[in-house]
Nanobody, 115 residues
């Protein structure tokens, strides 16, 4: 069965960095676009970034352009989100997503940006 397992979240001060990982299994990882979403308290889930099968980043949210970098390792079946210059407004649960075309989600990883 399809599984997406996120890790790497935590508490970080404004201006800090975190690297999220999403380990995938149960489908041919290298054949699918992967995406990161986030959901802040009281807000709708929003697309943060996507990455094509060959590693081209797509669909960066305007709010994260220049600060976040999505990447993937097809051999490890893992997608990453490098988050730099973090701001309090980046606080959210971050989810990994694949569309097969059924949408699959991981359990999410909490990112909290606070001093």
């Amino acid at each position: 069965q399809v599984q997406l397992v996120e890790s790497g979240g935590g508490l970080v001060q404004p201006g800090g960095s975190l690297r999220l990982s999403c380990a995938a299994s149960g489908f041919t990882f290298s054949s699918y676009v992967m995406r990161w979403y986030r959901q802040a308290p009281g807000k709708e889930r929003e697309l943060v970034a996507g990455i094509t099968t060959v590693g081209t980043a797509i669909n960066y949210a305007d709010s994260v352009k220049g600060r976040f970098t999505i990447s993937r390792d097809n051999a490890k079946k893992t997608v990453y989100l490098q988050m730099d210059s973090l701001k309090p407004e980046d606080t959210a649960v971050y989810y990994c997503n694949v569309r097969l075309p059924t949408y699959y989600w991981g359990q999410g990883t909490q990112v909290t940006v606070s001093s």
